[in-house]
Antibody, heavy 122, light 107 residues
Framework: QLQLQESGPGLVKPSETLSLTCTVSGGSISSGSYYWAWIRQPPGKGLEWIGS???????YYNPSLKSRVTISLDTSKTQFSLKLNSVTAADTAVYYC??????????????WGQGTLVTVSS | EIVLTQSPGTLSLSPGERATLSCRASQSVSSYLAWYQQKPGQAPRLLIY???SRATGIPDRFSGSGSGTDFTLTISRLEPEDFAVYYCHQYGSSPPTFGQGTKVEIK
């Protein structure tokens, strides 16, 4: 059964870079027809798609965050990572990783990781 | 950007009742519409994709319908574990967007 798990610092200072890793177990990250995605949810609010990556390295980024986001993939470690730079308090959220179906880069998401809360504060 | 508007914001129902949730898109997304269930402290769970296809392991009391701009998620008979927040998600156009959610609460 495919499982995803986020890891990384829970507290980041304003203007610094948020870095998270998602470890995939129980399946191959190199499988075609799936992208590997990051989504976030500010406390008490709705969901926002950050971006996603294909096993070949092709990426999709939400235009609203594109200038600050980098998603990368390490197939040997079955991990993919998120970097979001120049963070502000508005970037405080639960960050989820998930597998996205289809070839668009932003299809239906299943399964999801449990999520990790990242707080931006000095 | 396509805006998804979910209604109602909150639905108060009793176990055993039927729940009907709406998701309206600001422009057509064809059938590229998914529904998720989220319980407190948990990640969302995919229920429906392609507007009407149930994801693996989802009970058949959950059904989706619609195309274009108007979509519906129906829970035929509410079970205690169905009280949660439900989100729709369009993936027909970039950027992908989510609705603001409908909370189904116990009356």
């Amino acid at each position: 059964q495919l499982q995803l798990q986020e890891s990384g610092p829970g507290l980041v200072k304003p203007s610094e870079t948020l870095s998270l890793t998602c470890t995939v177990s129980g399946g191959s990250i190199s499988s075609g027809s799936y992208y590997w995605a990051w989504i976030r949810q500010p406390p008490g609010k709705g969901l926002e798609w950050i971006g996603s990556i294909y096993y070949s390295g092709s990426t999709y980024y939400n235009p609203s965050l594109k200038s600050r986001v980098t998603i990368s993939l390490d197939t040997s470690k079955t991990q993919f990572s998120l970097k979001l730079n120049s963070v502000t308090a508005a970037d405080t959220a639960v960050y989820y990783c998930a597998r996205a179906q289809g070839y668009s880069g932003y299809g239906p998401l299943r399964p999801w990781g449990q999520g990790t809360l990242v707080t931006v504060s000095s | 950007e396509i805006v998804l508007t979910q209604s109602p914001g909150t639905l108060s129902l009793s176990p055993g009742e039927r729940a009907t949730l709406s998701c309206r898109a600001s422009q057509s997304v064809s059938s590229y519409l998914a529904w998720y269930q989220q319980k407190p402290g948990q990640a969302p769970r995919l229920l429906i994709y392609g507007a009407s296809s149930r994801a693996t392991g989802i009970p058949d009391r959950f059904s989706g319908s619609g195309s274009g701009t108007d979509f519906t998620l129906t829970i035929s008979r509410l079970e205690p574990e169905d009280f949660a927040v439900y989100y729709c998600h369009q993936y027909g156009s970039s950027p992908p967007t989510f609705g603001q959610g409908t909370k189904v609460e116990i009356k």
